[in-house]
């Protein structure tokens, strides 16, 4: 069974965390995801950095640059992370735009994704049609899970036939936004997270877009399965060492 | 072969809508009702009325004399030049303007470059009363002082891109990204021929204004519909998809796609697509783009702001691959010469995007009796800066 099902299958609520692979410095891939690991962090997505990342804030956009001025490309990242498996035991996630799998080659990516022990992608501008047509099959037989993103926006039937397409979990977008931190949910969003747990998806659903504390944490887990965290960390990592991610995480979990 | 968008958005195996889930659900409003909504007798009535007494259309296509004799054949121009605003890019502004009213939105964003496409679109928002926000590089904002003014007087905002490299590309992004945090109220007027479908078909269809006066026009000075050729400059390609529409099915009309060539293909500065593009997904669409091995988007370079984006439209895409169109790369400096050749011979004073369309007549021999039409998509006020500079005068 894929990593990340069984993780699901646990009763606690979730806690996933996104970096951009290449920031703040190019190595710092490893450690840094060994150290997600050991500070208690149940899922990790390892960003892989796009020139022209349309849903997200300036936070992550910002680490996006800098991680491809210091030279991070889709190799590096698959030669980073080759051992990875020898350390590292909990789901691991490449979100990425597009353009670079399909230049590396979707079956090729694939293939490394698999040898390497990769479990799932989140590919925002992959539209569900086109995965279905083209790219489905490839991801079964790697055994990748493709991740689904439902908005504020996204109609009832849609997120039915999502909820159809998908095998793991759906990721939910809190707000009609590009990623970055708010403090706390509005009411809007309260009742969206109430919603979508009503619909009874064969899926659960992991929150992402503006939790940056153990407060959005709460808010966001509290129908849902699990939240990620992105920009948030991100800047947390723009100023603090490698060794200190166990004081950002510690609590958010306790 | 056809040259028209299919049910699922690809021309041959361009196009299509690779765009985030948060704009799922406007973009698919628009692509099931634009087409409804454009083809009412009310839509056309109205669009047609500004095309006319607001726009100032149809515009001339005038017999050059002078440069006919010149290079020994029949120069028709189309004078786009002489649209209110100084270019074709209101013809589009104008369409999506009423669509975005049709589908009740009250806000309108739009990125720019040069800031054609900007000033196009604060005045259908001045016109309309409707709030106008403009995208622009934070680069291009120092570079094009004047057009940032004439915004600003337009009631519009102008919010500067700083992300990226700070030009078009980071523009568009920007307003793509202003259109996920606002998903009810805001209606987004690209200005070309590139991004998710229904865009390229939607620019493409307002545009065809153009091809279907030369049609008309034709037919009354030469009793023929059709050309020979039809010369057009390519950036993301809207004025080239307006001028070849109503010709993409007549396989007896040479379409020549001008894109710019900077300093030359070899240089590194260029944005010849065609050349050193390939397939990718640029801005929702997929098509022909410049970018690294590695798949990230290259920033181009052109003297004319107008024609530096790192892709061409998916039509324009497929209309390389298939054949259907030949494409030409041209230098700054041979489109600046065509440029004062034009001033000198003609007494009309081209935008530099248009240059390199005429630049082809220096590149390519024509037959004593083709019918040549040359798209001439703006006029060179607003290039004045770069001509005196380049020029020295």
């Known amino acids: ?254 | 072969m056809s040259y028209q968008v299919n049910e699922k958005g690809f021309y041959g195996e361009f196009g299509g809508a690779f765009i985030p889930e948060m704009l799922y659900p406007n973009v698919e409003a628009l692509r099931q009702n634009y087409l409804e909504i454009i083809q009412t007798e009310s839509f056309q009535t109205e669009f047609q009325q500004l095309l006319k007494d607001y726009v100032g259309r149809p515009t001339p296509l005038y017999f050059a004399e002078r440069l006919s004799q010149k290079y020994n054949t029949k120069i028709y121009l189309k004078r786009e030049d002489l649209c209110h605003t100084g270019a074709h890019k209101i013809n589009n502004t104008i369409g999506q303007i009423l669509l975005a009213k049709r589908l009740g939105k009250t806000r309108i964003i739009a990125e720019t470059g040069a800031g054609q496409h900007g000033v196009a679109t604060a005045t259908v928002c001045a016109l309309m009363g409707l709030q106008c926000i403009v995208y622009m590089g934070e680069i291009d904002i120092q570079r094009q002082a004047p057009n940032v003014a004439r915004m600003k007087m337009l009631g519009a905002e102008v919010r500067s891109a700083n992300s990226g490299s700070k030009t078009l590309k980071d523009a568009t992004n920007e307003a793509i990204r202003d259109w996920i945090n606002n998903p009810i109220d805001t209606f987004y007027i690209i200005g070309s021929v590139v991004g998710p479908h229904p865009y390229p078909d939607m620019v493409s269809r307002f545009q065809s204004i153009i091809s279907q006066e030369i049609k008309k026009q034709l037919s009354e000075k030469e009793g023929r519909k059709n050309p020979d050729y039809v010369i057009a400059c390519v950036g993301g390609g809207s004025n080239a998809a307006g001028a070849f529409y109503h010709f993409l099915e007549e396989e007896n009309v040479q379409l020549i796609a001008v894109e710019a060539a900077g300093k030359g293909l070899d240089s590194g500065e260029s944005a010849a697509t065609s050349v050193l593009g390939k397939i990718g997904i640029i801005h929702g669409s997929k098509t022909l783009l410049m970018q690294s091995e590695d798949g990230q988007i290259t920033e181009p370079y052109s003297i004319s702001a107008g024609l530096d984006y790192p892709g061409v439209g998916p039509l324009h895409a497929h209309l390389h691959t298939s054949k259907r169109a030949e494409f030409a790369a041209i230098t700054d400096d041979e489109a600046m010469q065509a440029g004062l050749n034009l001033c000198k011979t003609e007494g009309i004073i081209p935008a530099i995007e248009s240059s390199h369309a005429l630049a082809v007549l220096d590149q390519k021999t024509f037959d004593k009796n083709d019918i040549v039409i040359i798209n001439l998509s703006g006029r060179g006020d607003k290039d004045l800066n770069t001509y005196i500079d380049y020029f020295n005068y």
Do not use: W
């Not at chain 1, 069974?1 to 979730?14: A, P, S, Y």
């Not at chain 1, 009609?176 to 747990?197: E, H, I, L, P």
């Open chain 1, 1 to 254: 069974m894929n990593r990340i099902n069984i993780k699901l299958q646990e009763k606690k609520k979730l806690l996933s965390i996104y970096f951009t692979a290449g920031f703040p410095n190019l190595n710092d891939t490893v450690s840094i995801i060994e150290e997600l690991e050991k500070s208690g962090v149940d899922m990790i997505e390892i960003g892989l950095p796009f020139s022209d990342p349309l849903a997200d804030g300036p936070t992550i956009q910002d680490s996006s640059t800098i991680a491809l001025e210091n030279g991070m490309t889709t190799k590096l990242l698959f030669e980073q992370l080759k051992n990875i498996r020898k350390t590292v035991k909990i789901p691991l996630l490449i979100m990425g735009y597009f353009n670079p799998i399909l230049q590396f080659g979707v079956e090729e990516f694939c293939q490394k994704c698999a040898e390497i022990g990769i479990d799932g992608l989140i590919i925002p501008d992959l539209p569900l049609e086109v995965f279905e047509d083209e790219f489905k099959v490839i991801f079964e037989h790697h055994n990748l899970k493709n991740i689904f993103l439902i908005t504020p926006q996204t109609s009832e039937e849609r997120i039915r036939k999502i909820d159809n397409l998908s095998d793991s979990f759906i990721y939910m977008v809190s707000s009609s936004n590009t990623t970055g931190s708010q403090n706390s949910f509005g009411k809007t969003q309260q009742n969206y997270f109430d919603k979508v747990a009503k619909m009874n998806l064969k899926n659960p659903q992991i929150v992402g877009f503006g939790i940056s504390n153990k407060e959005t944490f709460s808010e966001a887990t509290k129908h849902q399965k699990g939240a990620i965290i992105g920009s948030s960390f991100v800047n947390y990592l723009k100023n603090n060492e490698i060794r200190s991610i166990e004081k950002y995480i510690k609590p958010l979990i306790q």
